[in-house]
């Protein structure tokens, strides 16, 4: 069984702190690491995504992948209540793109 | 500007009664997808079709069938409705190419099995 693994918070930071996410991923084979955010009640959104080892940002983002620890990471700049959401990592090998249980992020003004 | 489009939005049914879950992306995508998610949990993958033709069973294929009916529409029935599959199941697609290209999601259809 191939597991993503995430906390699932909720990951509590005050208004304008980085918030760090973490995420493993059990298959070596992965090939390609997503960053979602889901508010309630609605779908997934794209954050990020990344495939070379290093740090890759956009604007307030940033995303880490370590593919030798199987480990990728999202952190949140000046964080805003408005990025108060969960946050769902997703591993891409081949045709299948599974998901972790998501972080919930909650950032207190 | 629809993207992947889901129908229904809501659904309640009665355990035993079937129905069918209808996708459609009109983005030229080869590959499409059914997950569900559970209350506090993340996406599970049910089926998914590579391409126009062929489907593979996900993580929680059991008490579902998929039909790709043409390269737009994949479609997701329960024959006989339980309780366990009450759920929020959502739709995606990948454009073709690299493996690298993110999924677009639908936004999803809320179903309630009594």
């Known amino acids: 069984q191939k597991e993503v693994e995430q906390n699932s918070g909720p990951l509590s930071v005050p208004e304008g702190a980085i918030a760090s996410l973490n995420c493993t991923y059990s298959?070596?084979?992965?090939?390609?690491f997503f960053w979602y955010r889901q508010y309630s009640g609605k779908s997934p959104e794209l954050i990020m995504f990344?495939?070379?080892?290093g740090d890759k940002e956009d604007g307030r983002f940033t995303a880490q992948l370590n593919k030798a620890s199987q480990y990728v990471s999202l952190l949140i700049r000046d964080s805003q209540p408005s990025d108060s959401a969960t946050y769902l990592c997703?591993?891409?090998?081949?045709?299948?793109?599974?998901f972790g249980g998501g972080t919930r992020l909650m950032v207190k003004p | 500007n629809a993207g992947v489009t889901q129908t229904p939005k809501f659904q309640v049914l009665k355990t035993g009664q079937s129905m069918t879950l209808q996708c459609a992306q009109d983005?030229?995508?080869?590959?499409m997808y059914w997950y569900r998610q559970d209350p506090g949990m993340g996406l599970r993958l049910i089926y998914y079709?590579?391409?126009?033709?062929?489907?593979d069973k996900g993580e929680v294929p059991n008490g579902y069938n998929v039909s790709r009916l043409n390269k737009r529409e994949f479609s997701l029935r329960l024959e006989s409705a339980a309780p366990s599959q009450t759920s929020v199941y959502f739709c995606?697609?990948?454009?073709?190419?690299?493996?690298?290209?993110?999924?677009?999601f639908g936004d999803g259809t809320r179903l309630s099995i009594l």
């Open positions: 997703a591993v891409r090998a081949g045709n299948m793109l599974t």
């Open positions: 298959d070596r084979g992965s090939q390609s």
């Open positions: 990344i495939y070379s080892n």
């Open positions: 983005m030229n995508h080869n590959s």
């Open positions: 079709s590579a391409s126009e033709g062929t489907t």
């Open positions: 995606a697609s990948i454009p073709p190419g690299q493996s690298n290209q993110p999924q677009h």
